[in-house]
């Protein structure tokens, strides 16, 4: 596997991602467009998202939000006080669609959506990818490299190291095959590194955890990178209507103040990440793979199709 060519003097590579969801969350994800789902992400852009620039700002960190299309165009606002604050943007999708549940045609007609919502509002095209669901369809690794983007961030074959992301044959009575890797390169996601799982409620999830426990789990995994991952990257995820709560905001910058605790840190963009990737032999080797891939059906006597 390649690596990580930090900066001279760097130790450790971190993007505090942030993923600036607003209202389309509740719609793509949860298809709940209710007034008060709304005033939850209208909650926010209006005040998540000056207190999290705010932060940055006092800690000089630079990172990347992911932001779907619709949220470009409902709080063109606070996008361009994101990108004037020299951060950058990064694709979402367009109103939080889940990838595994859409035709091909929809999930490019969505991807390029949003594209035009970063060209006519903020002038811009992200070269980098993030899944609105951290799944894809047996298409999107296909849109995403056909869309230009450099980089992908929805996967999780490794966690404190970029790669290159694999199709794979999937088989039931036989084993898998990898196929062809990626010329775009992976940023692992971590769902023990999001906010969301554990800090918000949704109904059916609680979301209601002690900031403590999340603190020292963020922590934790940091402290880990840096003392055990050569040319590591820590890659976290907030959502400004979930981080920006008064007492997640308190966690959010303990966490910071322990980062910047240590020698060596660079808060970089995904697209600086990106850029700072060398490939090795192995790379070069999974690319040149053939391209097998496809999932085989249940085989008829198993539960799964005895179910259906
Ligand atoms: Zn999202």
């Not at 789902?37 to 992911?66: H, N």
């Not at 992908?152 to 990898?178: F, G, H, I």
Request: net charge negative.
């Amino acid at each position: 596997m390649g690596h990580l060519q930090l900066p001279p003097g760097k130790k450790i590579a971190v993007n505090l991602g942030t993923d600036f969801d607003a209202q389309a969350l509740w719609l793509g994800a949860f298809n709940r467009p209710s007034p008060s789902a709304m005033s939850r992400g209208q909650f926010g852009a209006e005040v998540g998202v000056p207190r999290l620039l705010e932060l940055y700002r006092r800690y000089e960190v630079t990172t990347t939000w992911f932001t779907p299309g619709h949220s470009v165009d409902t709080f063109p606002e606070q996008c361009r006080a994101v990108l004037e604050a020299g951060h950058e943007f990064g694709h979402h999708g367009y109103y939080h669609e889940v990838p595994p549940g859409l035709e091909r045609d929809t999930e490019r007609r969505l991807v390029d959506l949003a594209f035009e919502s970063f060209k006519n509002v903020l002038g811009l095209r992200p070269t980098g990818y993030r899944s609105p669901y951290w799944d894809y369809s047996e298409n999107t690794l296909d849109i995403i490299e056909e869309s230009g983007f450099t980089y992908d961030t929805s996967l999780m074959a490794r966690d404190l190291e970029p790669y290159r992301p694999q199709r794979w044959q999937v088989n039931w009575e036989k084993a898998n095959v990898a196929g062809k890797a990626s010329h775009v390169l992976e940023i692992p996601v971590n769902w023990y590194l999001d906010d969301f799982p554990p800090l918000a409620y949704t109904g059916p999830q609680a979301g209601m955890q002690d900031t403590e426990t999340i603190l020292r789990r963020w922590q934790d995994i940091f402290d880990y990178a840096y003392q055990n991952v050569e040319n590591p990257v820590y890659a976290t995820c907030v959502h400004p209507q979930i981080i920006g709560q008064a007492h997640h905001m308190m966690w959010y910058e303990k966490l910071i103040q322990h980062i910047v605790s240590h020698d060596g840190v660079w808060f970089a963009t995904c697209d600086e990440i990106a850029r700072a990737w060398v490939d090795d032999e192995e790379d070069e080797r999974k690319m040149a793979l053939p391209d097998v891939r496809g999932v085989e059906p249940a085989p008829a006597d198993s539960s799964w199709a005895r179910q259906a």
